[in-house]
């Protein structure tokens, strides 16, 4: 018999075993059952910047904030959501995401908080607003009837479909994407022996009309943009000009730092960088685009020339200078032969 009551006693504590481990599966909820984590899905979104001339993924090293906006499968905006990379912690960053399960379209402008507040976005309404009408403008100053642009924040954009499942776990939408701003050096070397230069003996901008993008970062028509330097200084450098017979000088040097927004092949009006003297008589005029692409390289012959101007984003040009007059006159011939990138380029399509 109590062998019996026993195997009675067993079956009991069986079933309230069962019935306790029932209830906290129907708990999920609990502050019993969080100790493991509930059992309602978790949504993130993550961020992916490898469309660069490394080819790895440089998030963590370059961005520093992220503008998301959701919106549904009918095209209708939901929510967004601001934050801030912590550099300490972006090679684990993701950004969590309170929305129901379901199909979305997610589209990311990074770069939008850094501190310069260069772009404008419109003020979207949910439950109507559509992601056609999410533009981004660069901001511009009117100076001598020109539409003027200096320094700006390092923009990225990127739209992916994710669909968050009603599914247990945690589930992570990655939004890879495109940067749309370049830096851009110019160096003008004096090759006339110990002959100064000043900053203000030149002006050195670019033109181009690229400054709204529409949510799929396409350009879309604009007014044509002066970008001009946000840094410039002057140096010196020992050069030996002919090495047979040793000759060499000091040759003073004028470095120009400048950003502009994102190069798109064929568009509507050229990108061109300009040159002119302190009066702002022109001296020399290139096209950037196609001289850019001269210098993709051997081993980048094969890719397509926009995933090239993508993926590259910092431009090196050196100009050499001639003196054209006498000796008190600043050089005002530029050489035919420039580097880019570190390749020689004899230039052809340009305006003297």
């Given amino acids: 018999m109590k062998f019996l009551a026993d195997i009675r006693k067993m079956a009991l504590s069986s079933l309230g075993m069962l019935a306790v481990f029932t209830f906290l599966l129907a708990s999920c909820d609990s502050e019993i059952y969080d100790y493991e984590g509930d059992c309602t899905p978790k ?9 660069n001339m490394k080819f790895v993924d440089a998030f963590s090293t370059e961005v520093k904030s992220v503008s998301l906006f959701v919106f549904d499968s ?7 959501y601001e934050s801030t990379v912590d550099a300490m912690a972006a090679n684990d960053y993701l950004l969590d995401v309170d929305l129901a399960p379901g199909k979305y379209s997610l589209l990311a402008w990074c770069g939008l908080n850094d501190g ?23 901001k511009r100053q009117s100076a001598d009837g020109k539409a003027v642009v200096g320094e700006i924040d390092q923009l990225y954009h990127g739209m992916v479909d994710a669909v968050f499942p009603d599914e247990e776990g945690v589930h992570t939408a990655i939004v890879p994407l495109t940067k749309d701003t370049n830096r851009l050096k110019v160096i003008l070397q004096n090759l006339s022996d110990n002959q100064s230069i000043k900053i203000d003996d030149f002006k ?13 970062n396409s350009l879309m028509a604009d007014e044509l943009l002066t970008y001009e330097p946000y840094f410039s200084q002057v ?14 000088g000091t040759y003073n040097l004028l470095m120009t730092e400048m950003n502009f927004a994102r190069l798109v092949k064929n568009w509507n009006t050229p990108y061109k960088l300009h040159i002119t003297d302190a009066e702002g008589n022109n001296i020399i005029t290139v096209s950037l685009i196609e001289i850019f692409l001269l210098v993709k390289g051997k081993e980048n012959q094969s890719m397509d020339d ?15 200078l001639y003196n054209n007059g ?10 035919a032969e420039i580097i880019i ?12």
């Fill in 43 to 51: 949504f993130k979104v993550g961020f992916r910047y490898d469309m």
């Fill in 74 to 80: 009918n095209g209708k905006f939901v929510k967004s």
């Fill in 116 to 138: 310069l507040n260069s772009y404008d976005v419109p003020s979207l309404t949910p439950g109507s607003s559509t992601k056609q009408e999410l533009k981004n403008t660069l």
């Fill in 204 to 216: 050195v901008f670019v033109t181009a009309e690229n400054g709204k993008m529409d949510y799929d």
């Fill in 235 to 248: 140096g010196s450098s020992e050069v030996i000009v002919n090495t047979r017979a040793g000759e060499q």
């Fill in 306 to 320: 926009q995933e090239y101007l993508d993926r590259e984003d910092d431009f090196n040009m050196t100009f050499f």
């Fill in 326 to 335: 006498s000796e008190e006159e600043t050089g005002t011939f530029i050489s």
């Fill in 341 to 352: 990138n570190g390749w020689k380029v004899v230039l052809q399509d340009v305006d003297f």
